[in-house]
């Protein structure tokens, strides 16, 4: 991605954001910007933190201090994910089932970015800005590992954690496409973990070397067990993207009686229609944020397409890993 693409890019994730809260607080534009284009565009190195490697730009800092000093609120809603699996879409679905009553709102609040929605993305100084979004209902995303992020301080707070699953195969062919359209992996540093060829690319993903928010050795799998630990408790929801894909009305209805949001049949409707692959396509590519040449966050958005993807080999021993890692629970991916 060329340094231009990008910096327009970071305008799409600022400027929104910034305007938002007090106009004061674009004074700290220059500062944001300076650090994506040290951490994004220029960025090679991961961040460790406690044994978990994390990409640049997902820094230790701000995990910690949402871990420490973050105050969650009942009404907050937290997306929790691991990447590839429908964050964006899971993201547009809360935010349409918040704010539908108030489209105008709804059209402000889908342009704060994950930067400032992340928990652990960008300078832990953004939270300046994350701390005084004028958010009825807030929204949160994070791709942190369970340990790493603070549930009994969420649970305790009333917030609620929507955990997004999606079949293995199928994310990894998206992370693949995805981190091809990433300015690090063009680093040289970066190579051996997220190598060009697709094949040695899932070979890398599938036996735990890409260290990407898990430990080194580990992945989507592990990260998976532990969050689904959650899975009987009241603030805590797992939705399944394909269940999703399938049935979008009433997985959206579920969703909504989730966060305590009654909603007509006429508004499900709505939001299905509004977060629809085709709609959030189109409305990132006149919004700037799904530029030709940039990072790719809408691709196919379907069920299945690992099949003319990955080898026998790599869809097997993708099988087998489950087996070892996650036999022992009653998970269920779908695969076509
Ligand atoms: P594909 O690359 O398989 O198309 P994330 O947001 O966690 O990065 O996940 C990205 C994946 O979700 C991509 O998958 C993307 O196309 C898909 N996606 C995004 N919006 C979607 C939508 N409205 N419906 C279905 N899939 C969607």
């Known amino acids: 991605?060329?340094?231009?693409?990008?910096?327009?890019?970071?305008?799409?994730?600022?400027?929104?954001?910034?305007?938002?809260?007090?106009?004061?607080?674009?004074?700290?534009?220059?500062?944001?910007?300076?650090?994506?284009?040290?951490?994004?565009?220029?960025?090679?190195?991961?961040?460790?933190?406690?044994g978990y490697y994390l990409l640049p730009g997902f820094e230790p800092e701000s995990a910690r201090y949402a871990y420490d000093n973050f105050e969650f609120k009942q009404g907050d809603v937290i997306i929790s994910t691991y990447p590839k699996t429908g964050t964006t879409w899971m993201?547009?679905?809360?935010?349409?089932?918040?704010?539908?009553?108030?489209?105008?709102?709804?059209?402000?609040?889908?342009?704060?970015?994950?930067?400032?929605?992340?928990?652990?993305f960008g300078p832990v100084s953004k939270y300046r800005v994350t701390e005084n979004l004028k958010v009825p209902r807030r929204f949160f995303g994070t791709h942190l590992p369970e340990p790493l992020v603070n549930t009994k301080k969420i649970r305790k707070s009333g917030a609620k954690v929507i955990y997004m699953m999606r079949n293995p195969k199928d994310r990894a062919v998206s992370w693949y496409n995805f981190v091809q359209s990433l300015p690090m992996s063009s680093h040289k540093a970066l190579e051996p973990i997220f190598p060009k060829d697709m094949r040695t690319?899932?070979?890398?993903?599938?036996?735990?070397?890409?260290?990407?928010?898990?430990?080194?050795?580990?992945?989507?799998?592990?990260?998976?067990?532990?969050?689904?630990?959650?899975?009987?408790?009241?603030?805590?929801?797992?939705?399944?993207?394909?269940?999703?894909?399938?049935?979008?009305?009433?997985?959206?209805?579920?969703?909504?009686?989730?966060?305590?949001?009654?909603?007509?049949d006429e508004e499900v409707n709505k939001i299905?229609?509004?977060?629809?692959?085709?709609?959030?396509?189109?409305?990132?590519?006149a919004?700037?944020?799904?530029?030709?040449?940039?990072?790719?966050?809408f691709r196919t958005g379907n069920i299945g397409g690992w099949k003319n993807h990955l080898t026998v080999a790599q869809s097997e021993l993708v099988d087998r890993k489950f087996k070892e890692v996650l036999g022992d629970t009653d998970i269920e991916f779908i695969y076509e």
């Open 272 to 285: 299905v229609e509004n977060t629809s692959f085709t709609a959030m396509k189109q409305r990132a590519e």
């Open 1 to 50: 991605m060329s340094e231009a693409i990008w910096d327009s890019f970071i305008e799409t994730m600022l400027a929104p954001g910034l305007a938002l809260v007090d106009p004061e607080h674009r004074i700290y534009e220059e500062e944001y910007r300076k650090f994506l284009l040290r951490n994004i565009t220029h960025g090679d190195q991961l961040n460790e933190i406690d």
């Open 201 to 264: 690319f899932l070979d890398v993903c599938f036996s735990g070397k890409q260290k990407s928010f898990a430990k080194d050795g580990e992945g989507y799998f592990e990260c998976l067990k532990e969050w689904y630990k959650h899975n009987s408790e009241e603030n805590f929801r797992i939705v399944v993207y394909e269940e999703l894909k399938m049935n979008p009305h009433a997985e959206i209805k579920k969703i909504a009686d989730f966060l305590d949001e009654k909603l007509t």
């Open 91 to 120: 993201t547009a679905i809360v935010q349409n089932i918040l704010y539908i009553r108030d489209p105008k709102f709804l059209e402000q609040a889908s342009k704060i970015s994950l930067f400032f929605s992340y928990m652990e």
């Open 287 to 297: 919004g700037g944020t799904q530029r030709k040449g940039g990072m790719q966050m």
